[in-house]
């Protein structure tokens, strides 16, 4: 088991917060993450996946909506485009979320470690900053659970010729849950609370497994009505 | 069977080509993919989710080089890098090349129709329009594919700590990938030229069954060292 990025404390952290990030353009979020610096990364990535996936789900509601031939789901529609754009507005969120979590961890590292009162200081603050570590990426697997829900309503009853994207929303969804579970495996093991970082485990598993089955039913919606 | 996005003419294209895209924020990004536009729709996404598995590739590889420890493989992640980038630059590319495929159907459904002679040329370009629409997402899936065999050799020598990271990045190559052959579903079934629809629709079925076994192994290892 690796420990708890402890490579962090080895490099300075380059942005100064996660809003930064979705306010950068979509080259310089690719330059970021690919580079040897510890954000943006797969915690982030995982929170844009799932916002992608909602922004789909919200263009098939976009589409139909209005469209002739549709008048039976508009509402349907306008229920899930309310719901999806909310969606999407919490995972934009969650990147800025993601990075503190990260500096929060990175900060309690460079706290002073002289006496013994100092070390638990020290200790105390990097559990609270590796549980935020952990709630993050396990409230970003709720709500790219949510994305995938709302993505069958949109392939069910969505415009027939915007159906794929509502099928990359739903892959996109699904991914970013995923990777979001990766990050709470990453950070749970070095937490001593460990009721509630088995707790987190066990959550984001369950998400995982919904995640998996649902997201290959609705993909099989959408394959079977591109013929 | 959908016909081939023939919306797409209902609806002004919004944005002066893709290369637009990836200088707009990621927030701005969102927001188009969300609106009710047909660009920059799930083939835009599939190569951004392609560029971001790259990007992690390539930050597993930035962060292990020069690491203690890992002089032994650090020749070998040198060059997943200089792959990872090439890969990540040719995934960002294809955001432009997706929107100009998508463009090049909508000016030829615009085209006059008034003669036999007019009717035909319009009927031509269309299918030239179709051809480009399912060649670039099978490129894309071509290049996702790319992305999922440096991700092994990522994860497989990569830096510990960060190992999540290229976790995220397999999964968001493998999305691209698949996400890219749903595009290439969509609009090969309207091609007359049969032999070539044929051909693509069998390449990309066998890069997605590549990609799902491929990727799953990539996961196992990730998961294994994480614990």
Redesign the interface.
Known sequence: ???P???WVELESKLNGGIM???????K???E????HPTP??GS??A??G??G???V??VC??T?GKKGYEAVEGEMRAVLEE??KV?RRL?AM?AEDIAAFDSILAAYKLPKATDDDKSRRAEAIQAGLRRATETPLDCARVCAEVIALSRRASEHG???????G???V??G??GL??AA??V??NA?ALKDRAFAERAAAEVGKLVAYGAAESEAVYKI??D???
């Open positions: 088991m690796p420990s990025r402890r490579w990030v979705i306010q950068a353009t979509v080259e979020f690719l330059d993450l690919a580079s040897g990364g797969g990535a995982a844009i996946m916002a992608m909602a922004a789909l919200s263009m976009n589409v909506i999806s754009e999407r934009s990147v415009y027939l010729n915007v159906i794929s994207d099928g990359v929303g892959l996109a699904f991914t995923r990777s990766l990050n495996y990453i093991p959408v394959r009505k591109l013929g």
